[in-house]
């Protein structure tokens, strides 16, 4: 896990050390162990690296790395399913001077060219220069946990791990108007039309999944979708066939990230995802295993409890740190440095300081648990969704059931006529969904009308799925718009401290297994994450897999918001946001009202927050 930049340039002053220099600096906390430059023969090629020791901490693996005299590579990540590769390189006649991964990232290419990527498992973000060829091939891994910006101008291409390397160049820290709208109203933090589109105007993110190639001779620019997550196939299968496939896959994905050559530890939240990886792990016989944990004594939404019962059922050491209003104050400006783009609520600061404590008791790999619910469908909000597919499958008593078993078990799902209407009009539901969030922009209450009126009058970037089945609006979160947040949160938060989160739940073969079945694999009795619940039934307490209550990563951010140095902070983030003609001048006079993280009306957190990544 590192940080990666470089600079093509058919002016080779414009690659300088000096400029890579100012790249890697940007970036030094991405990679504490080292750092490493290269330039071609021509000097149109600059390459520079920052290094976090995970796999040969030796200095055979320090990057920028080269392969049989015509290969150079940077590369942020790790591919799990390494050794393997290897060896299966190695019969092909390859051979290796290192004992980590990047090595075989240089030699899968040079084996398979642009199909390398079907080969890899894991996390990556990487830049390949082949001198021969004279061309440059990024990519980033399938569901995009690493990141890769990029800035083009004329013949020049600029990439790093993180903007901030690019703003290091002078590159410009322009606001992307339609984006900070639709962030200030609805909250949106991406842009489901266009994953491409940042905060920032020309700066750009390769969408997960894809590559660019890029010829320096012919100034050919190839950009390509490698991996597509189908949502259509769908298996036959017993559940008993299914429970055990599921553990298979799971047990084979921790074990795989589970290879390091450095302490390795989890984040435990007392949930069922962070919970199923602590039993695997337990089960594997993982020596010096250790979790980390942020709780919040006297908050109705502590996990506290369900954590002690998971650390006293494996013997696992935990680390928990209880983060305050006065911390977030005094941290603020430096989470938002290293997280860039706006967030959504303050859990991400729990999160932030759970990684800083890993990281104090020199545990710099974490295993998470991102990813759990987009597959097995466990947030709440699926809940209509499979019950309108029911109803427009005319499985009405189905429907019934599981609607009375869900309130039964206390979960408030919102469910009448109109809920039956969409069922059999999927694609005027869609409509009707996209026309309010285009209303909520042009009715705001606060936003500055000059800047309003810039952005209001399309629905770009207000995009709803059209659902007939649940792995509609699966697909939805998984690729458009929603664990695409998480992961970048995740990145920069673990990043900021030098750690390296892993995500056992992303595997491929995991992923595309679990998309294949049936809905009533997911949501069934009453129960979200069914699937996964069966599957840990008798590695886990009763208590954790059947848990009625569903508790995000929460803080007390209500409470918070009410603290004076907060209401300080949103009274001088509103006067910023009004001075850069964001809000309008009449919104200085309007309360706000402290909300939980997940409710509506949390444009309190918001003001603070634009203003705060924004500013220059």
Known sequence: MCGIAGILSPNPEHTGRQRLQAMADALAHRGPDGEGFWHNPSGIVGLAHRRLSILDLTDAAAQPMHYLMRYSIVYNGEIYNYKELRKQLENSGHEFLSTGDTEVVLAAYAQYGEDCLKQFEGMFSFAIWDEKEQTLFCARDRFGEKPFYYFRQGEEFYFASEMKALWALGIGK???RNMMGRYLVLGHVQNPSDSSETFYENIYSLPPGTFIKYNASTQRWDIQEYFFLRKEVSVSIKQAD?????????QNSV???LRSDVPIGSSLSGGLDSSTIAAYVQALHQNSFQTFSAVFPGFDRDESAHIKQITSNFSLPNYAIT???EGLVNDFEKLCWHQEEPFTSSSIYAQYKVYEKARAENVPVLLDGQGADEIFGGYIKYVHWHLQSLVSKSKFGAASKELSLFRKYGHKVPWGIKN???????????????????KKLKNSLFLNEEFAAGFVTDTYGIEKPTVTKLNDILHFNMVQMGLQ???RYADRNSMAHGVEVRLPFLNTALVKFIFSLPASCKIKDGYTKSLLRKTMQGKLPDSIVWRKDKVG??????????????????HEAKKQLVAEKFLSEKSLQQSHKSVEIHQEGNEAWRFICAAKVIKK
């Open 174 to 176: 322009e606001t992307n």
């Open 242 to 250: 299914a429970v055990s496939i599921t553990n298979t896959l799971l």
């Open 255 to 257: 074990a795989r990230c």
């Open 323 to 325: 983060p305050t209003a």
């Open 420 to 438: 039956y209407v969409a069922a059999f009009l999927p694609a005027h539901t869609t409509m009707f969904l996209e026309s309010r969030e285009h």
């Open 485 to 487: 947040e998480l992961l």
């Open 553 to 570: 990563f929460e803080t007390p951010q209500k409470k918070w918001m009410q603290d004076p140095l907060l209401k300080d902070y949103l």
